[in-house]
């Protein structure tokens, strides 16, 4: 380690110091974070530190003496590191800090002695008193002061320099002396009883003053122990020389620079018997003759003090006055650094503080002439919000105020001091105070609230912060319920003022001058500035919606909306009137959306004013506008249908489908198209049930519409598919009448039948799965508009009207069903016919054709049609035999009249009628009434499409019987039974029985109709849904058994049989 040379190193508390500095600076951690910053007040301070540890080593815990040497040390390492910056040279680039670093080692040393000079090894110490200083420079509080008063210096040092004989310690201590006098006569020169509410007050006063003025003495004496032996005989303070106006001269009292009279270097027994002087006197310094016995009352009653003015609280509000003015102009022009600064200076509030105590103004008093300063200032618009807010802040918690604190009796906030012991005056100045602070608040919440319609606003926060927080809180703020009502009345009125202000500039700046240029867009913009102006307002006052009782929001609501309300109302019936008159319609979405625009704000209404009702009905303004969009979608119904029937190919929609992809995107598209529609009502969420259930009644109208031509379309060309010819059926259309008669006489003698089996195609069978698709998705449709629901609303809400054409409908529903014939006539050779039935009007409209019934005299059809009729009408049923060559024949003709009358009572009836040649007709007629009724819409919708699948069910399997017929016929068994056998036979004697036919006999006999089967069923199951699937199987399975039955003799039915034994 190097040695330092340099005189004064050698001590050896220096050098612990230092080696407790050195193990400090070698740390890891403070190296990398000198080589980061690289301040010099880092050293210092961390020597600092490790010094004081030094010292401390081996001393008693209330041993001070070390505290001497701790300047000496650090001013050693300050040479040190102003000499090592000189020695390599690095002064020359650090001027400033060079010369800061002399600058602090001058302070820390206390005597001109060169810090080599030890102290010797008696450890004697110099005590050095330091002069008196009346220097202005020297003197900090009084450089406030003359800067506060915008007094010069040399003005300043003018005034001390004329005053300073007068303005000593011995005039202090009189001073002192005679006010406590004043206190025990209870002059009018001081607080007396009379100035307190209670005596405890006084009396709790009086004993702080006695404490406070005793230190106060005490202190003096302190610094002139020879105070105590003058005698106290004159006591009467000489007065210092007057002004050319014949005012006292300022009181300013002079310090030495450090603030202090001495500053010492002794020894550790020294300062301990001075410091305990001051600690160890008691409160009660008698044998000081506080109570001269040659002063009376009279003479304390004229003197005039030196040091306490004639006015004390008086003149500290005037001095609180200016330096308050000044410290706020000299924050605002240092206000760059943009953090909080305090009401007051710290050399304003050690200023402060320092003329209370000479003064003796009591700490409740100052608190409350600061406020009413700050007051005072508030109202002048000096200060803003923020700083009154301060203000209340520093009452309820000053800042500390250092040693002399411990000569002021009470040092806390304002709420920390009992009421009781405050003066009368005061006690009426701060209730005056927080009064005047609330009217003038209240002024400018009312200003505040005057625009809190305005899109940027001031905060309304400050002020109630203030209100609720500092006045309101506060006991002794008193307001009557008056105040608060009629503050509440004139508010309320204010904000409606305005908000009807805003209204009207909405209306000027969203509606045209010209009311032939008014849409409804105009309407929506208007209620959507409302709407926005009052989701604003909520928003921003949402955690505090009144104030002072009173809701911006529900002002804004109670005075905006009743005026757009009345407005809009107007405006919709002129602007529908001016398009009547052009012969023109407005525009469908435009409806809607003002519609949309409309129900928000009634429901914003309903929320804010739920007494009161809206000022229109909106739905009944506007239902047109969906009854328009009803009809529109009603005009389109059929041929949105045709084209999606036209744009599908029919197919399944992938390789290996699930029964959710068997059906094609017409019967999707189809439904998407219903859902669409009804959505569009759900949207509006159309708030009229009555409307909303005639709606929905309208629509399924509409959807049975569609539905009946998806129906029709869809069955008809199934039917063409299903009546395709073969090949040799298309080459046999090809030939001559002649050709077709000789291949019919060669196929006869031949006593031959040929059939080709019906081949289907799946592009069929998806149409069967898309009809059942459609009855899966109407019953869904059916669940999501509540048909039911929707009945009962319309069922409780109808109309006389109404109700009387429920009773007598004018069109009523035949559903006729061409059940089955009996006994009809033969018309071919075979002794048998192919019967048919159409069914025609009066007028030989037709209007139904079942389908062939092949080689039967007792057919059965089910087959059943819906005619619609509004009084009676007679329908013919005529009965054909179909015939492949040649013109069809006639096998009978009856007819039958349809009367509502006859069917009132809605009950289904069966009806036999003759036929006018031989036979009977099975006719199951039923009626309903044609009802606007949903239920009816959808019941109806229901029967179209069950029995449009059955239709297409039986067409399948009729092409299936048939073969099934053939290959299960009375000649295909005769075939099978008479195997052996031939007609020489016949001729030869009698032999015995053929055999019975073998089961590989009969299975190859049924082998074609096998292989028919699987070549079918496996389409089928490729593209049948399983629901299709199975009904398709069940009848088919149903005809196979019909077929076997028609082969016993006798037969198991009642029916002739047209089999021979």
Same mark, same amino acid.
């Given at each position: ?563 757009? &309300?009345?407005?809009? +109302? $107007?405006?919709?019936? %002129?602007?529908? #009137? *001016? =398009?009547?008159? !052009? ?35 909106? &739905?009944?303004?506007? +239902? $047109?506008?969906?009854? %328009?969009?009803? #009809? *529109? =979608?009603?005009? !389109? ?47 509006? #969420? ?376």
């Amino acid at each position: 380690m190097m040695k330092e040379r340099l005189p004064g190193y050698n001590d050896p508390a220096v050098k612990r110091s230092f080696a407790e500095a050195y193990t400090a600076f070698t740390e890891a951690t403070f190296r990398r974070r000198m080589e980061q910053e690289r301040r010099v007040e880092d050293l210092v301070l961390i020597f600092y530190s490790n010094a004081v540890k030094s010292l401390q080593k081996g001393k008693a815990p209330g041993d001070d003496s070390w505290k001497n040497l701790l300047d000496r040390h650090v001013a050693l390492f300050l040479r040190l590191l102003s000499n090592t910056m000189k020695d390599h040279g690095y002064d020359k680039d650090r001027p400033e800090l060079m010369s800061r670093l002399a600058t602090l080692e001058k302070k820390l040393l206390t005597d001109d002695q060169d810090l080599s000079s030890g102290a010797g090894p008696s450890d004697s110490y110099i005590e050095v008193i330091n002069p008196i200083s009346y220097d202005v420079k020297d003197m900090p509080m009084v450089l406030v002061v003359g800067r506060i008063f915008g007094m010069r210096n040399s003005q300043v040092q003018s005034d001390i320099d004329a005053n300073k004989k007068f303005w000593t310690e011995e005039v202090a201590l009189t001073e002192l002396k005679s006010y406590q006098q004043c206190i025990n006569s209870q002059s009018a020169r001081v607080l007396t009883s009379n100035d307190f509410d209670v005596d405890e007050g006084y009396q709790a006063w009086k004993k702080a003053e006695s404490h406070d003025l005793s230190q106060m003495m005490l202190d003096i004496l302190h610094v002139k122990p020879e105070l105590a032996k003058s005698s106290t005989a004159n006591t009467q303070p000489t007065s210092p020389p007057t002004t050319g106006t014949n005012k006292p001269l300022p009181t300013i009292i002079p310090v030495s620079p450090d603030a202090d009279y001495y500053n010492t270097i002794s020894s550790p027994t020294e300062r301990s018997s001075l410091s305990s002087f001051s600690q160890t006197q008691p409160a009660d310094i008698s044998g000081l003759s506080l109570s001269d016995e040659q002063s009376n009352r009279l003479y304390l009653e004229e003197v005039s003090f030196v040091y306490i003015p004639p006015d004390p609280r008086a003149y500290y509000r005037s001095i609180l006055m200016h330096a308050s003015t000044y410290d706020q102009l000299h924050t605002e022009h240092n206000a760059e650094s943009g953090a909080p600064t305090p009401p007051l200076s710290t050399q304003s509030l050690e200023l402060l503080t320092e003329l209370a105590i000479r003064w003796r103004v009591p700490q409740f008093s100052r608190l409350i002439l600061y406020l009413d300063v700050s007051v005072q200032r508030f109202k002048d618009r000096e200060i803003g919000l923020e700083e009154l807010d301060a203000a209340f802040e520093l009452i309820k918690n000053p800042p500390g105020e250092g040693k002399k604190a411990s000569t002021l009796a009470h040092v806390g906030g304002l709420q920390s001091i009992d009421r009781s012991h405050w003066t009368i005056s005061d006690f009426a100045l701060y209730r005056h105070t927080l009064i005047s602070v609330h009217d003038s608040l209240l002024r400018d919440l009312y200003d505040v609230l005057q625009h809190c319609y305005d899109a940027k606003p001031p905060s309304v926060g400050p002020v109630m912060l203030i209100l609720e927080n500092h006045i309101y809180n506060d006991e002794c703020f008193q307001q009557s319920p008056e105040q608060v009502q009629d503050y509440s009345e004139q508010l309320d009125r204010g904000l409606r003022e305005k908000a009807a202000a805003v209204y009207r500039g909405y209306l000027e700046a969203e509606v045209p001058q010209n009311q032939e240029e008014w849409q409804f867009y105009h309407v929506v913009q208007l209620g959507k500035s409302v709407v926005k102006l009052c989701t604003r307002i909520q928003k921003r006052y949402k955690k505090n919606p009144e104030f002072m009782g009173v809701n911006p929001l529900t002002v804004l609501v109670e005075t905006m909306f009743p005026s757009f &309300e009345n407005d809009a +109302a $107007d405006l919709i019936q %002129r602007i529908m #009137n *001016v =398009a009547h008159s !052009k012969n023109s319609e407005v525009d469908l979405q435009d409806g809607f959306d003002l519609y949309k625009e409309l129900v928000e704000i009634r429901r914003i209404h309903q929320q804010a004013l739920p007494g009161v009702p809206f000022a229109f009905h909106i &739905e009944d303004a506007l +239902a $047109d506008f969906v009854w %328009r969009w009803i #009809n *529109v =979608a009603d005009e !389109k119904m059929v041929d949105l249908v045709d084209q999606a029937i036209l744009h599908d190919n029919f197919e399944v929609r992938s390789e290996n489908p699930t029964d959710n992809e068997r059906h094609s995107v017409s019967a999707i598209d189809l439904f998407r198209l219903f859902n669409e529609t009804t959505d569009q009502i759900f949207q509006l #969420n159309w708030d009229d049930d009555v409307h909303h259930a005639k709606f929905m009644t309208a629509l399924s109208k509409s959807f049975g519409v569609g539905l009946a031509r998806y129906c029709e379309a869809v069955e008809e060309r199934f039917t063409k598919e299903m009546n395709r010819l073969t090949p040799e059926q298309e080459a046999a259309l090809k030939q001559s009448k002649q050709d077709r008669w000789m291949q019919l006489a060669k196929d006869a003698w031949n006593n031959k039948e040929k059939m080709e089996p019906f081949q289907f195609h799946p592009q069929s069978l998806v149409k069967l799965n898309n009809i059942e698709f459609a009855v899966q998705q109407l019953d869904k449709l059916e669940k999501m508009m509540n048909v039911d629901a929707c009945a009962e609303v319309l069922q409780r809400n109808i109309t006389p009207k109404e109700q009387q054409q429920l009773r007598k409908p004018n069109k009523y529903v035949f559903t006729v069903k061409v059940v089955e014939g009996e006994d009809l006539k033969a018309c071919d050779t075979n002794g048998l016919s192919d019967p048919y039935v159409i069914l025609g009007d009066e007028f030989k409209k037709r209007l139904m054709k079942t389908r062939v019934v092949s080689k039967n005299l007792n057919p059965r059809w089910d087959e059943s049609i819906d005619i619609i009729v509004s009084g009676p009408v007679n329908i013919v049923a005529t009965i054909w035999d179909f015939d492949t060559f040649g013109d069809d024949d006639l096998m009978g003709r009856t007819s039958l009249k349809l009367d509502p009358s006859h069917f009132a009572d809605y009950l289904p009836k069966e009806c036999w009628l003759n036929l006018d040649t031989q036979g009977k007709l099975l006719l199951r007629i039923g009626m309903e009434g044609e009802r606007d009724d949903i239920q009816f819409y959808f019941g109806k919708a229901f029967r179209l499409l069950k029995r449009t699948e059955r239709d297409m069910i039986r067409k399948i399997t009729d092409k299936l019987s048939t073969y099934i017929n053939l290959s299960l016929s009375p000649d295909a068994l005769r075939s099978l039974l008479s195997r052996g056998m031939s007609i020489t036979s016949m001729w030869k004697t009698r032999q015995s029985l053929p055999a019975a036919p073998t089961p590989v006999d009969i299975e190859n006999a049924l082998k074609p109709l096998f292989t028919y089967f699987d070549d079918n069923f496996a389409i089928m199951q490729q593209t049948l849904t399983t629901a299709s699937m199975i009904a398709v199987m069940t009848r088919l399975w149903k005809e196979v058994l019909l077929a076997i039955e028609a082969l016993l003799i006798p037969p198991l039915s009642d029916k002739p049989s047209p089999q021979r034994a």
